[in-house]
Each structure stands twice: as structure tokens, then as C-alpha cells.
């Protein structure tokens, strides 16, 4: 076995000395870029993402900020994050407020996608979830003060889809309705022309990420209504019709006329009239 | 031969003298009007409406037809478990075939803008006589390459691209400018003050991967003249690499003439400055012996 000479010795011990400088530095770099892209790769909740995107993550992996969705965009839409931007360096958003997107039915911005980063698959942009829209201050939002406004509903593209008007009672006044704007998850593509049509100085309805707008009921919860409806019929024994304690041959129809006195029997302690009732006084 | 070397201020008077201003500064002109050209190139779209070609360095589509994808940036998308679309996996291909022929590090001299900015920087550097107060190691973009490399794998997103000045500053000269001017700024006061050639030579991971890419690729600069050499020591002060040109310019028939190391840019300086002549472009099989054939 030859021994090793000085030479070889030196060398050796410069390379293990080199190795080892890198493999320090890179540690040291690693724990930098790897903190750093923990804060820097979470996305504003104001800030949406093009339509094709499925989940923040893997578009962030897909993603090589070239800015050709951008530059397809015919509505100037979409924005390249800037240094200075909140949100991931170099990729494509859109601000509903500022320009929402117009949800072009070629959908250009996905089409320009070298990378797939948006969804090529993605044929329908009724299909595309940018976000979801939230009523989310009732306390501003005209309709819900008995105003009539209803822009939101009609600048929907999938009005009576992703929107809809539901009529309900008017508190305040006692007489009137209340045409208040619902929005349906499983419709909405999250474009965010609703959030950029509202009338108010600060939308009242607003395009969140779905992670922020949508709960999720715990997975051991059965409704029993869907349950039933699934089995065909009542998994507990069937509900009998409720019984009222009323006088003979009387009726209660419950959300219609009320009390239904029996067939030629008038002696109801109330008269037809209220103001007869009291006309009569206190007899 | 102490007499004979230029103080690095006066570097390339010989040259100017010898074979006029504009031969001595002819490819560092060939090298910024091709920069300025791609650049314009990607502005022509949004300022004049004329779209030859769209998007930016990291992914392009010219003329609608031909897609390109930075095989750097390409790279770190894979690493993070990303399968990308056939579009971006050729598109890469095509650039990376490109830098195995005419020089991994072509990338940085001849199209990268912060060349620019580092090349005026440590004009300054020379003019001002600096000496750098702080040195680091040349091998020190490779732990920055190798740390990129990891923590994209583990982490499972492309961390670099969110910082990474390269692509910032021409996305944003083509797009819309936000701060990269500052990180620009701060490299520029880096190279000139602080610490030569820092951001090219010491810490971008673009131009060590280009690098390692240049160790193969098939057109290089050699000393094939290497006998004219009249040890004026110009190129090493305009050589943004120094070192890569001392196995070239030692003495003796038997060594090769061809700078094979992989950090040559090809930029084309030192080929410029040589008053004699030294340098030259040519093939990585260029041999010695042919050029003495072709003198006698």
C-alpha cells in the first residue's frame, strides 16, 4: 500500500476543506431561502389568481413568471407581481375591485400557458375557480336596509346561478320586502365582477379564496334530510301527524288559515271583525 | 516583466493603440447591442403594439410560434415535483441546446441586463483603483445553487424565483418596474465598492448553473496565438473570470490553448483588450498545432 504524499495529503485536506465550506454555506442559504419563501409564498386574500388555477401550491410549482397570461389578457386583468408586491414574485393576479375578470370563453390566459400552471384541461370557464363571492357586510349592503339595488345579481355572468334574489321579510318596517342577493357556491367562478360593480365606497360583496369563504362541516355529521333522501324513506320510524288538542270536529292548519272551527258551529270567542270585536266593548 | 504589466487603470490603452478604439471594444459593443436588442425586443409588444416576441426571458413565445423556457428556471419547476406541460419541456430544451453550443455563460455576458450594470460597476471598481474590503469565495455560487436545488425539493416551491434578481429585473424592465432598481442598485454598490464581480462571479446560481452547462459546450475562447503574449496582463484585469485564462497563457506547446473552464462567459474581452492578438472564438477541439501550421 503506497503511502500518501505530502502532496496528496495537502490536496486531500483542500478538498475535504472545500466540501465542507459548501456544504455550510449551502446550509446556511438553505435555512435563508427557506424561511423567506414561508412568508413570501402566502397570497393576500384580495389578490386572486387567474382562472386554471386549482391550488395555490401547485400552481407556485408550475408557475415560470413569464407574464405570457398577462400579456393575453384582453382586459388588462392580470398583473405580474412586482418587488414590492405582496404576493409570490413574478405571478400572475388580479385585484376583482380594480379590473375583474371578464371571462373570456377562449380564456386566452390559459391558452398562453407554457407550463400547464394554468389548467389546460380547463375547457369551460363557467368551470374556473378564481374564488368565491361573499355577501360579506350585511350591515352595509343596501339591499339588506329594504333599498333596491341588485347590481351585483345583474352583473353576473351566471346571474340566477352563481346569484340569485331571495325575498324575505322587512324587520324594520313590518310591511315591506327585503330583495337580498344569495350567492351559490357551486356556481361561482369567483370573476369578481360583483365585487367590482357594488355600489358602496368599500364592496359589501367580495371575491375571497375559497379556503377563506367556505366552512366544512365535520365529516362525522349526518343530516338527517339528506340521509332520508338518500335512503328513499325515514331511517327512524316515520313522523306521525302532529296532534292538536282542539274541540270537537275543529281543524289547525298550520301556515294557511289557522284555526278551522268545526262545520256549523260559530260559537268562536272571536268575531269575524276585529273592529266589531271592539265595538262591542266589554260586555 | 513587472515593467511590462499596466496598472489595471490603463488596461487596454495598448490594444486602442494598436488596433484602434473601435476593434479594441468590438465584441463588448457586439455583446450590449445584443442585449439592448433582446431586451427592445421583448418591448417592442407593449410599447408599439408589434409582437414579435411575448412574455420574458424565463418563458417566451415569438412570432406565436416558437416557445422558449429558461432551462434554469425550468429546472427548479421540476424539482419541486411539478410535471410541466410539453410546451415548457421543449421550449427548454431548445435554450439549453442552444448554451451547450455557443457557451453555457454566453447567457450571462451577451443577454443578461445585469451584466450591464456589473460591468459598469466594476469599470468603476478599475477606474477607482478600489481594493475590495471584503472577498469571498469564487465556489460560493455553487452552495447558493446547491442550497436552491434542496430547498425547492423540500419545500416543494420554487423559492429562488422569488428572489432571484436575474429574472426580476428583466421581468420588470419588460413589464412594469416595481423595487428590483433597488436590488439592482445594491448589487451595483456591492461590485463597485465592497466586494469585485460579487453578484456574478460569487453569488448568481443562474450564471453557476450556466456555468456547469459551459464545461461542455462546444464553442470556447482560446490562446491559440498564446506565442505573441507579451505578458501585459490586460486580460486578467478585464476577464470577469481571471482565473480561467491562466491555464491557457502558461508556457509550453503541449498545453491545451482552450479555455475549457466553464465560468468563461465567451464575452469576448479579452480578445478585445489583447493588443497582440492572443485570443481568439473558436471550437473546444481547436488544437495548437493547427493554427502553427496555418503561420508557417
Known sequence: MNTPTDKTLQSRRRFLENISRVAGGATLYGIGLGLYSQQATSLPSQSL????????SDFLSACVRCGLCV???????????????????????????????????????????????LDPAMQNIDD???????LIDQESCIA?????????????????????????????TGKHALIVPVIHSDACTGCGKCEHACILEEAAIKVLPARLAKGELGHHYRLGWKEKKKAGESLVTPDLPHKYNLPEGADYDYEGEGLIPAPGNNDSPFNKSAIDRLNEGLK | ????????????????????????????????????????????????????????????????????????????????????????????????????????????????????????ADWFYRKLNSKSPVSLSKNN??????????????????????????????????????FSWLVILAIFIVDAFISRRAWCGRFCPMGAFYGLLGRVSLIRVNALNKSACNDCMDCYVVCPEPQVIKPVLKKGDDLNPVILAGNCTNCGRCIDICSEDVFSLGMRSAKFIDVKNNND
Not at chain 1, 389568481?49 to 395555490?56: A, D, I, K, S, T
Not at chain 1, 408586491?85 to 388580479?94: E, I, K, M
Not at chain 2, 429546472?75 to 406541460?85: C, K, P, R, W
Not at chain 2, 420588470?172 to 418596474?177: D, Q, R
Open chain 1, 144 to 172: 339588506f336596509q329594504g333599498l333596491r339595488c341588485e347590481v351585483c345579481f345583474n352583473v353576473c355572468p351566471l346571474a340566477n346561478k352563481a346569484i340569485s334574489l331571495n325575498r324575505t321579510h322587512n324587520q324594520r
Open chain 1, 49 to 56: 389568481r387567474p382562472p386554471g388555477v386549482v391550488n395555490e
Open chain 2, 141 to 178: 455560487r455553487y452552495a447558493l445553487l446547491l442550497a436552491i436545488f434542496v430547498v425547492t425539493v423540500v419545500s416543494g416551491s420554487m423559492v429562488w424565483e422569488l428572489v432571484n434578481p436575474v429574472t426580476m429585473l428583466q421581468r420588470e424592465l419588460v413589464f412594469t418596474m416595481g
Open chain 2, 1 to 120: 516583466m513587472a515593467s511590462s504589466v499596466t496598472s489595471s487603470k490603463k488596461a487596454g490603452l495598448m490594444a486602442v493603440k494598436n488596433k484602434g478604439w473601435i476593434k479594441a471594444h468590438k465584441w463588448l459593443l457586439l455583446r450590449r447591442l445584443n442585449q439592448i436588442f433582446i431586451l427592445s425586443l421583448f418591448l417592442m409588444g407593449p410599447v408599439f403594439g408589434i409582437w414579435l416576441v411575448k412574455g420574458n426571458m424565463s418563458s417566451s413565445l415569438i412570432l406565436d410560434t416558437l416557445s422558449l423556457t429558461d432551462p434554469f428556471v425550468f429546472i427548479q419547476s421540476l424539482l419541486t415535483g411539478n410535471v410541466a406541460e410539453a410546451t415548457a419541456l421543449v421550449g427548454a430544451l431548445i435554450v439549453f441546446g442552444f448554451y451547450a453550443l455557443v457557451g453555457g455563460r454566453v447567457y450571462c455576458s451577451w443577454v443578461c441586463p445585469i451584466n450591464i450594470i456589473t460591468d459598469i
Open chain 1, 71 to 117: 400579456r393575453d389578457c384582453p382586459y388588462d386583468t392580470l398583473k405580474l407581481s412586482r418587488l414590492g408586491d405582496a404576493v409570490a414574485l413574478g405571478t400572475p393576479y388580479f385585484d376583482a375591485r380594480k379590473i375583474p375578470c371578464e371571462m373570456c370563453e377562449d380564456i386566452p390566459c390559459v391558452k398562453a400557458c407554457p407550463t400547464g400552471a
Open chain 1, 128 to 134: 374556473a375557480r378564481m374564488g368565491l363571492a361573499v
